[in-house]
């Protein structure tokens, strides 16, 4: 059996947004926004008719603004 490519399910990638609207909402914040990734991939480099480098990588993050009237603030 392979490994499953994503570490979270969607349920659980929703929860967090959930909770980060939440907390940034009880801050004092009048609006939010948040996005929130997960992905993979293979890089394949050939030279010469040879492979030169294989890489693999695995990216996850979060982003939110946040509203205070009419002033903004962001983080990643």
């Given amino acids: 059996m392979s490994k499953p490519v ?3 399910t969607q349920d659980q990638l929703k929860q967090i947004a959930e909770d980060v609207l939440r907390f940034a ?3 004092g914040a009048s609006d939010v926004a948040v996005e929130i990734s ?12 040879k492979i030169e480098t294989i890489e693999q990588n695995r ?8 509203y205070i009237g009419q002033k903004r603030g962001n983080a990643s």
């Fill in 6 to 8: 994503f570490t979270h």
């Fill in 25 to 27: 909402r009880e801050k």
């Fill in 38 to 49: 997960e992905g993979g991939g293979l890089s394949i480099s050939v030279r010469k008719a």
């Fill in 59 to 66: 990216d996850k993050g979060i982003g939110v603004t946040v």
